[in-house]
């Protein structure tokens, strides 16, 4: 099958206004980056800008840390960073904030750099300097400036801007404070820059065990914002970091590191969710002693909040989303259900989807919920243009046409039958498939006694097997339990679709159907919401899951399907939107997982 090569065919009004676009439309009428320069005394770092395109752009990042899988939350990250430094004419770097060796491995790092790539924001990453046999092009790393940010660290020791703490975790948060009280002074604060720079280095050297001190900033241990009560650079951790190996022992704090990365890579809008907003006063505090001492340019970069995304059904913990992996409630990070971006992919979400629903979903410094219901929308909204379109039986039961053989002259004989590819666009072709006395439909298209309203299959009624002719309902047969095994219809002649006969007999109901002698048997995954609760998160994690997440049904669908691409999204008639599954069905048995259906019903 072919479809429309437009990727962004649902019509979507121009992009509204936010409050970052007035930031940046500000900055840049006023020229807030024009001027930027180095600070006296440019420092070991100033080699860090050489090669960075103009940096009176705008220099937007997205800074993901590789400890898992990237989910929906992410996706409006990337959207908005991405999209302000595109329509801006700007720069976006995809820049990994590994300074946690712990929880970090090269898996997260590829899964990472795959999700971009999806998401179509590849052609639109930065250049990064020449750094031969160290980077691919187009990507940061934090643990790139580490080196770096260990001199960051040692200057703000020697201007007594920062010193190391021997105290205990327990002591260290006991001294803290909390919002009505202020914190105590460390017994080590007062320390002598000599003994400070000694006592680090004794750190970098190994020479002290784990969790034995950390390097703090020396700030105000009385401020009202406790992030500014000596906050912590620096800590001992002895493992192995997946880009740089054992050379480092002690590593920086994210609250130290993400400044400087932004600074190094000339970055105008750092972009951060809401609960970063008190942290701020630290990013500029830092910011302003480096460039004071001419490590860094000035100006240097401000940080911006927004709301994160909060979908209803939908839990972005990454710890939460490791432990439903590691203990097998799932089958790992790209599981159809999970809100993973790799898990969407899987069911059947496009990168077109998802950016439609980010853009829906506005960027505001207020936070919310939105419905689950409205990310289904928007894939149904992207994929109505333009899905091919195919007939499938989920619950099939087998209708046998008695009269078959007495009007085609044989039991055997097939009618060729076709049907477009997509209703509105038929240079997208047909489709073919066959006809005969026996074919597949839908259980719940018999009734023995018609309900009200039901205008589908029951004794005395004809209906038309759309796409192709209308058949008269005689009666249905059950087993022992009472279940239906086989409906009996007879065919009446020349009513087949498409001829001049075709409407000589209205009927009021259509159904579709595959016949059984050209039928896919598959596999139809019919996923659901992974959490029962609208807001997990608050209780027992394994009581706010949705038991009734994914039925598996062995259905029949229409042989154009044998040959279904994984990623192409298809319109299942009647039941929704589903795509071929990209990890499953080799052995000739295809599998598709239900991606949307044709409309909400989980309030059903």
């Not at 990337?78 to 770097?93: D, M, P």
């Not at 493992?239 to 740089?244: F, K, L, S």
């Not at 002649?493 to 016949?515: R, Y």
Request: glycine share 8%.
């Amino acid at each position: 099958m072919t479809s429309p090569t437009d990727k962004d065919s649902a019509k979507t009004a121009a992009a509204p206004s936010n409050f970052l676009r007035h930031v940046i439309e500000n900055d840049l009428a006023q020229g807030a980056y024009s001027g930027r320069k180095w600070g006296g005394s440019p420092g070991d770092a100033a080699h860090h800008a050489q090669g960075m395109p103009d940096p009176a752009k705008v220099r937007m990042r997205f800074p993901p840390e590789p400890n898992g899988y990237l989910h929906i939350g992410h996706a409006k990250s990337i959207w908005l960073n991405f999209e302000l430094a595109k329509e801006y004419g700007g720069v976006c770097h995809l820049r990994f904030d590994d300074t946690n060796p712990e929880k970090e491995e090269q898996e997260y790092v590829d899964s990472i750099r795959d999700a971009v790539k999806w998401l179509d924001y590849e052609t639109y990453l930065a250049d990064r300097p020449s750094a031969p046999g160290t980077l691919q092009p187009h990507e940061y790393f934090a643990s790139d400036y580490f080196d770096f940010m260990y001199r960051a660290a040692e200057y703000l020791i020697g201007a007594g801007l920062a010193y190391v703490d021997e105290q205990s975790a327990e002591e260290i948060r006991a001294n803290r404070g909390d919002f009505n009280t202020p914190g105590t002074d460390s017994p080590f604060r007062s320390r002598s820059v000599e003994e400070n720079l000694a006592r680090f280095r004794a750190m970098r050297d190994g020479l002290l065990p784990d969790g034995a001190a950390i390097l703090r900033a020396k700030i105000d241990m009385a401020s009202p914002n406790i992030n500014m009560r000596d906050p912590a650079l620096y800590r001992i951790r002895r493992a192995t970091h997946h880009n740089t190996g054992d050379k480092w022992c002690i590593y920086p704090m994210y609250t130290f590191a993400h400044p400087i990365e932004d600074a190094l890579e000339q970055i105008t809008h750092s972009i951060c969710t809401l609960e970063f907003e008190d942290q701020r006063p630290f990013y500029d505090w830092l910011l302003d002693r480096l460039a004071e001492g001419g490590l860094i340019a000035s100006p240097h970069p401000r940080q911006y909040e927004f709301a994160r995304l909060n979908v209803t059904h939908v839990l972005t913990s990454k710890r939460k989303l490791r432990q439903l992996v590691e203990e097998k409630h799932v089958d790992g990070w790209d599981d159809p259900r999970m809100p993973t971006l790799a898990g969407l992919r899987r069911r059947g979400y496009t990168p077109e989807a998802l950016r439609l629903f980010c853009e829906r979903s506005g960027t505001t410094k207020s936070g919310g919920w939105i419905d689950y219901a409205s990310l289904e929308a928007a894939l149904r909204d992207t994929l109505d243009p333009i899905a091919p379109r195919a007939m499938a039986v989920l619950d099939p039961v087998k209708l046998v046409i008695t009269n078959w053989g007495e009007l085609m002259g044989s039991d055997e004989v097939l009618d060729d039958c076709s049907a477009p590819v997509h209703p509105h666009h038929p240079e997208m072709g047909k489709r073919e498939f066959k006809l005969g006395r026996e074919v597949w439909i839908e259980r719940t298209d018999y009734e023995e006694v018609q309900p009200k309203g039901f205008f589908r299959l029951f004794p005395g009624n004809k209906v038309r097997l759309k796409y192709g002719h209308v058949i008269e309902c005689t009666g249905g047969t059950k087993d022992a339990s009472g279940k239906l095994i086989e409906v009996q219809a007879t065919l009446v002649p020349d009513t087949k679709s498409g001829t001049p006969g075709a409407d000589a007999i209205k009927v009021k109901g259509n159904i579709t159907w595959v016949a059984a002698a050209d039928a896919v048997q598959a596999e139809v995954r019919l996923y659901e919401r992974l959490f029962a609760a609208a807001n997990p998160g608050s209780g027992e994690l394994m009581d706010e899951l949705n038991k009734a997440s994914l039925e598996a049904c062995t259905a029949y669908v229409e042989p154009s399907l044998a040959k279904a691409e994984p990623g192409v999204g298809i319109q299942f008639e009647r039941h929704g939107y589903f795509v071929r599954d990209a990890k499953t069905g080799a052995d000739g048995k295809p599998v598709f997982n239900r991606a949307a259906g044709m409309r909400d019903s989980w309030g059903k």
